[in-house]
């Protein structure tokens, strides 16, 4: 598995885009058609099909890191929030593992997936 990472320029406030990434109603938003939570076990539900993640570790406003059930204990798919020192940009930084030759596959989701989120914001 390798690891990569994606950034993102967000408009919008820290708080709402941290629930967002955080919350199975926020997360049912962009990322998948439905999302439930049993304790730190989120499901996500698309069409007919559904997986797995447990929360890893979190910090409010901050970022929040799930790992796949299904895939290594390694691995991990994480939502980091920044702020530019400069410009005081929202910057939504993505971290994920993909196969080597599906690393492009996964980058191309996660944009997919993060311009329904900016939609979503109205960013």
């Known amino acids: 598995m390798v690891r990569y ?4 320029h967000i408009r ?4 709402i885009l941290f629930n967002c ?4 109603g926020g997360l049912s938003e962009w990322f998948a058609d439905d999302v439930n939570c049993n304790r730190d076990v989120y499901t996500f539900i698309w069409n007919d099909s559904e997986q797995e993640a447990e929360l890893i570790s979190g910090s409010k406003n901050h970022y929040i890191k799930f790992r ?3 895939f290594p ?4 798919f994480e ?8 410009t005081n940009d929202v910057i939504l930084r993505v971290t994920d593992f993909a196969e080597e030759d599906e690393v492009e596959d996964g980058k191309e989701l996660w944009t997919s ?3 329904t989120l900016m939609k979503h914001l109205g960013s």
Do not use: A
């Open 68 to 70: 796949w059930l299904d």
């Open 21 to 24: 990434l955080s919350t199975p």
């Open 5 to 8: 990472e994606l950034e993102f």
């Open 12 to 15: 919008s406030s820290v708080s």
């Open 73 to 76: 204990e390694n691995t991990f």
């Open 113 to 115: 997936q993060i311009q």
């Open 79 to 86: 939502f980091r929030i920044e702020i530019d020192g400069v």
